[in-house]
């Protein structure tokens, strides 16, 4: 926890920039001497790209992945004009080409369209870099591998292919090893021009999977228990939120909206001021068939009962009723709970929980 | 549509205010001479609390119900000093009573810590506002009802007592009644104080509910089709984004992560700039088993295909094949779509999608 971030009394979040530091150099170390680049886009998932980014650069990062052209300018104005090449994995924005140029930044291209378009705006002669994007069985962006003879490439300058993997994380799946397979064909085609294919997931498959740069993301930020991980990956994130209220509850009243809570004994719940808009999944509800997990104070699991509400949740203090007060701090992620776990009891990702996490929840950047 | 909004390529939100308007008149004319205030929390259900609230002021609200301390402040400098009443409904923040007296906010208080340390911070002879929360059946904020006796109101200038109901808009319930009839007991010793505890769904539940006051949110934004509900109350969100690439995938070819759905033909596919990052619940997938739902091209369905990515989502635009092109826009909430499929197909409600559409998503408001 912070003692300075208590102040506010309202829900906040700790960013460790030191762990996205540390996790950087253990998997750069890993992956030697692959390139380690770093998948920024989303605001860093969320957690701030202004702060991560810089970080990442300090960390000796050079080459950085973002969605698209607002993203990638965004993070121009960041690092100024440096020699970090910055990728907008979107492709090339209709009507903004010159953008891309006048910014440095390299448009991962995946289509004829975006190519059509990228040379009738620019001169023969440019030495802008791009970046080629093959679909190689994700049915997302990219050119199809059997397009790869169709492709005109003359005087582009082409700094880097890429594909990416659908089942990167599925131990039990082939289909990464086959998108690894059909994009080293392209190997004949860009002699001497970097490959990559590699996320968080991959970077851990298999070391066949490394090619010439890497892209971590996922595993910068909350770490990764992969078997082959180095070390020990950091999670970087702790959650917090306060106790605004506690109240005795007879057995048998209902918890919360819906009333899909009963009290089955007289309890103590305490009443936690985070919900929904703060980004607390409102899958991660509890009735009294289904658990939605817990929060923790001081350590001690404190279940969640009922719905999640926009601004609320209720949580479960009995066993702590004498210790606990309204203004205290319960920990949503912390050293007792990883967002993995968040995630799984809510039914999604943790993505999606890191990205949606909203202005109304305060981050504070932390190095230890 | 919005044309100018289309210049971004990215995508983007109308919001009408003059729905919100609209909304706004059509409900106050149904309750009165009950007084309609608005539920703005949350930056107004996503929406933007500034331009909602000045809607609001301007179509003759006074009232406005908020979160916490820090978006009651950020309304009260919206409004200036003027005579609009700002209710905090987390009640009172520790330690902060003098930020709600010196920014003329009102707390709604609901335990007796609270009501102690407002005591204990203020003079005898205050006349800030303050407003009681009674839990009539919730098992969230407020008083018991049988603590009323216990309660020492002398010297206090309360303004307003609320209570909240939990099933409001199931018709199967008898919790709402039961409730109301119990927060109806608190006459007796709150004589000519306001009541509320009607929202959106309680207001167009039966006319007992109204009380001196209601408090609606999602139906100003949004409509409801409660079959009390008034003339049209109107959605006032659109939701757009981008075609970024078209391509023809095999039949038997998987789409998406996970691997999670194959093609079953031969089909044209769009990948639509939008995802997770941007608001749109993961769990809005398609398998081969289930729909997730569609987007909208010019009011012809196109099925979502596999699974939202962190930015992306892919639709079937196999019938649409010669009339779609990268840069085109997809209607994702409009004529076609309103927000309650689009959460019922997420198996959430319409208040999550909206409270987390962040800031990558554009708001052009419009008058319309």
């Known amino acids: 926890m912070n003692d300075d971030?208590?102040?506010?009394?309202?829900?906040?979040?700790?960013?460790?920039?030191?762990?996205?530091?540390?996790?950087?150099?253990?998997?750069?170390?890993?992956?030697?001497?692959?390139?380690?680049?770093?998948?920024?886009?989303?605001n860093a998932y969320g957690l701030g790209l202004e702060e991560v980014a810089i970080?990442?650069?300090k960390s000796g990062c050079k080459y950085f992945f973002v969605s698209d052209l607002y993203e990638a300018i965004r993070l121009r104005n960041i690092f100024g004009t440096n020699d970090n090449a910055i990728y907008a994995l979107n492709g090339l924005k209709p009507t903004r080409t010159k953008e891309y140029?006048?910014?440095?930044?390299?448009?991962?291209?995946?289509s004829f369209a975006e190519?059509?378009?990228?040379?009738?705006?620019?001169?023969?002669?440019?030495?802008?870099?791009?970046?080629?994007?093959?679909?190689?069985?994700?049915?997302?962006?990219?050119?199809?591998?059997?397009?790869?003879?169709?492709l005109s490439i003359n005087g582009l300058n082409i700094d880097l292919i890429m594909s990416h993997l659908s089942t990167a994380?599925?131990?039990?799946?082939?289909?990464?090893?086959?998108?690894?397979?059909?994009?080293?064909?392209?190997?004949?085609?860009?002699?001497?021009?970097?490959?990559t294919i590699a996320n968080s997931a991959a970077i851990f498959r298999g070391k066949s999977f490394l090619l010439d740069m890497v892209r971590p993301g996922i595993s910068l930020y909350c770490g990764y228990d992969g078997?082959?991980?180095?070390?020990?990956?950091?999670?970087?994130?702790?959650?917090?939120?306060?106790?605004?209220?506690?109240?005795?509850?007879?057995?048998?009243?209902?918890?919360?909206?819906?009333?899909?809570?009963?009290?089955?004994?007289?309890m103590s719940i305490a009443l936690v001021e985070y919900g929904y808009a703060d980004g607390?999944?409102?899958?991660?509800?509890?009735?009294?068939?289904?658990?939605?997990?817990?929060?923790?104070?001081?350590?001690?699991?404190?279940?969640?009962?009922?719905?999640?509400?926009?601004?609320?949740?209720?949580?479960d203090v009995t066993v702590l009723k004498n210790?606990?007060?309204?203004?205290?701090?319960?920990?949503?992620?912390?050293?007792?709970?990883?967002?993995?776990t968040l995630a799984k009891n809510a039914g999604t990702i943790s993505y999606e929980i890191l990205t949606r996490l909203n202005s109304r929840v305060k981050k504070y950047y932390k190095y230890v």
């Open 5 to 42: 971030s208590q102040n506010m009394l309202s829900a906040f979040m700790n960013v460790n920039l030191t762990s996205i530091s540390n996790n950087y150099y253990k998997i750069s170390k890993f992956v030697e001497p692959s390139i380690c680049a770093a998948t920024v886009k989303a």
């Open 55 to 57: 970080t990442l650069q």
């Open 101 to 110: 140029i006048s910014h440095k930044i390299t448009p991962v291209i995946g």
């Open 115 to 150: 190519l059509e378009e990228y040379r009738a705006n620019t001169s023969e002669s440019i030495d802008h870099r791009i970046a080629l994007h093959f679909d190689t069985g994700f049915s997302r962006l990219g050119f199809d591998m059997n397009e790869i003879g169709k």
């Open 169 to 195: 994380e599925d131990p039990q799946s082939s289909l990464p090893e086959n998108q690894l397979n059909l994009f080293l064909k392209a190997n004949n085609r860009f002699v001497g021009i970097k490959k």
């Open 227 to 266: 078997k082959e991980a180095p070390g020990r990956l950091e999670s970087a994130i702790e959650l917090y939120a306060p106790i605004i209220q506690i109240k005795d509850v007879e057995a048998g009243s209902s918890i919360g909206y819906g009333a899909s809570y009963r009290a089955i004994k007289d």
């Open 280 to 315: 607390l999944p409102w899958s991660l509800r509890s009735t009294n068939h289904q658990s939605g997990g817990q929060f923790y104070f001081n350590n001690t699991p404190t279940p969640i009962l009922g719905r999640v509400s926009m601004d609320i949740v209720a949580i």
């Open 323 to 340: 210790d606990v007060k309204r203004g205290d701090m319960v920990e949503i992620i912390g050293s007792n709970q990883n967002i993995d």
